[in-house]
């Protein structure tokens, strides 16, 4: 049973660095894309990063890009997302997602419980 | 970027009707597009990917259908467990994109 345990996030002051960590458990996690994907208060779903299975390759939504990097430890099975410069807009639930395929651009198969981020002013 | 768009934004419905909403892309994504439902304070769950297949454990009434710019999610028989809101996602580009989402009421 693939199980994903997110860990950070909370309460931040605006500019404020937090990091977002996601444990995974019961696959061959660096066998896998993942995805971060978020959910500001009552509003849809956004995608924010995806990164490789090697970690060779990153990709971001603009409005993250040079604040926000997505990095992982395979010998950890731990994904992460240095988060920088938050602002009030980045406020949102953070889900870590486990990629249904092992390269490319992916659909999110599995998916945390999510993680509370809310960037005070 | 690929743009996302969703029909209805809302839908009312009984239990036991059929329900089908529609997802278009701003350009073609080939069959590269999933369908995700998610309940009030839960994290979203596949349902469908390539277009129409079905996820493991998803009941047969769900199915999806389309290619190109056009797509549809299918309810044959709405029940209970499926008042939630649907959200259609593209991944043909590394810039993932969502549809706005749909959400299924009682009616």
């Known amino acids: 049973e693939v199980q994903m345990l997110e860990s950070g996030g909370g309460l931040v002051q605006s500019g404020g660095s937090p990091r977002l960590s996601c444990v995974v458990s019961?696959?061959?996690?660096?066998?896998?894309?993942m995805n971060w994907v978020r959910q500001a208060p009552g509003r849809g779903l956004e995608w924010v990063s995806s990164?490789?299975?090697?970690?060779?390759?990153?990709y971001y939504e603009d409005s993250v890009k040079g604040r926000f990097t997505i990095s992982r430890d395979n010998s950890k099975n731990t994904l992460y997302l240095q988060m920088n410069g938050l602002r009030a807009e980045d406020t949102a639930i953070y889900y870590c997602?486990?990629?249904?395929?092992?390269?490319?651009?992916?659909?999110?198969?599995?998916w945390g419980q999510g993680i509370p981020v809310t960037v005070s002013s | 970027d690929i743009q996302m768009t969703q029909s209805p934004s809302t839908l009312s419905a009984s239990i036991g009707d059929r329900v089908t909403i529609t997802c278009r892309a701003s350009?073609?994504?080939?069959?590269?597009l999933a369908w995700y439902q998610q309940k009030p304070g839960k994290a979203p769950k596949l349902l469908i990917s390539?277009?129409?297949t079905l996820e493991g454990g998803v009941p047969l009434r769900f199915s999806g259908s389309g290619s190109g710019t056009e797509f549809t999610l299918t309810i044959s028989s709405l029940q209970p467990d499926d008042f939630a809101t649907y959200y259609c996602?593209?991944?043909?580009?590394?810039?993932?994109?969502f549809g706005p989402g749909t959400k299924v009421d009682i009616k």
């Open positions: 997602a486990k990629g249904g395929c092992n390269g490319g651009s992916c659909f999110s198969d599995y």
């Open positions: 019961g696959v061959t996690f660096s066998s896998y894309v």
């Open positions: 990164i490789s299975g090697r970690g060779d390759y990153t």
């Open positions: 350009q073609s994504v080939s069959t590269w």
């Open positions: 996602q593209q991944y043909s580009s590394y810039s993932l994109t």
């Open positions: 390539k277009a129409s």
